[in-house]
Each structure stands twice: as structure tokens, then as C-alpha cells.
């Protein structure tokens, strides 16, 4: 499975993004996909994961401001990303799983990850 990350890029502070994921390869092993973060100096921290049957779970940090979607039929999830805010700046990845039992939000859950896209949030 290979997972093709895109869409980040320079945007002010309450303005929006969305990103998106597309996977190639089996089905089945993209059951879940999530998004993940990393700020500069700081750990890889999940963002927000959506099971194929469209269930999501979202870090608190972005409730309400991010959502999740997918696209079953293009094997690609979305993260679309409203009122941004200098401290979502990071490169962002996505993940994926074959089991959709439980939306994990440990990296070490996900067998599968994107090469990540830069999310820049200028003030």
C-alpha cells in the first residue's frame, strides 16, 4: 500500500485547507486512515482517523475547526481544515490500517504512512 499525501501550503491564521490522501494498493488495508502531525521540536501527535464506514474520531485540539472524510470509491481520505491557527503549522501525514474495530490514535497502531505535506500558518 502506498499513500500519496497533498495539498498543504502557505495559509494566514483563520483561513482553510484541505488535504488529501490517496492510497494505492488493497482495499482492505485502508479499512482506517487517519492524519497525524509534526510541529517542529515536537513529537508526531494524531490529528484525527475515519473508518470506511465513514465513523471518526478527532483530536480535541482540532474538534470543531478539522474534519475527516473519505472517498471509498478513490481509496483517498480528506482533512479539511477551517479557522486555522499558528499552532497547527506541522507536516502532516497520513496513516493507515487494515483493522476498523477500534479508531487507534497511537502512530504505532498504523501499518502504512504518506511521506507528509507541509502546513504553513503565517499570523
Known amino acids: 500500500v502506498q499513500l500519496q499525501a497533498s495539498g498543504g501550503g502557505l495559509v494566514q491564521a483563520g483561513g482553510s485547507l484541505t488535504l488529501s490522501c490517496a492510497a494505492s494498493?488493497?482495499?482492505?488495508?485502508?479499512?482506517?486512515m487517519a492524519w497525524f502531525r509534526q510541529a517542529p521540536g515536537k513529537v508526531r501527535e494524531f490529528v484525527a482517523a475515519?473508518?470506511?464506514?465513514?465513523?471518526?474520531d478527532s483530536a480535541h485540539s482540532v474538534k470543531g475547526r478539522f474534519t475527516i472524510s473519505r472517498d471509498n470509491a478513490k481509496n483517498t481520505v480528506y482533512l479539511h481544515m477551517n479557522s486555522l491557527k499558528t499552532e497547527d503549522a506541522a507536516v502532516y501525514y497520513c496513516?493507515?490500517?487494515?483493522?476498523?474495530?477500534?479508531?487507534?490514535?497511537?502512530?504505532?497502531?498504523?501499518?502504512?504512512w504518506g511521506q507528509g505535506t507541509l502546513v504553513t500558518v503565517s499570523s
Open positions: 494498493g488493497r482495499a482492505a488495508s485502508t479499512n482506517t
Open positions: 475515519i473508518r470506511w464506514n465513514g465513523v471518526t
Open positions: 496513516a493507515a490500517r487494515s483493522g476498523d474495530t477500534i479508531l487507534y490514535t497511537q502512530e504505532l497502531q498504523y501499518d502504512y
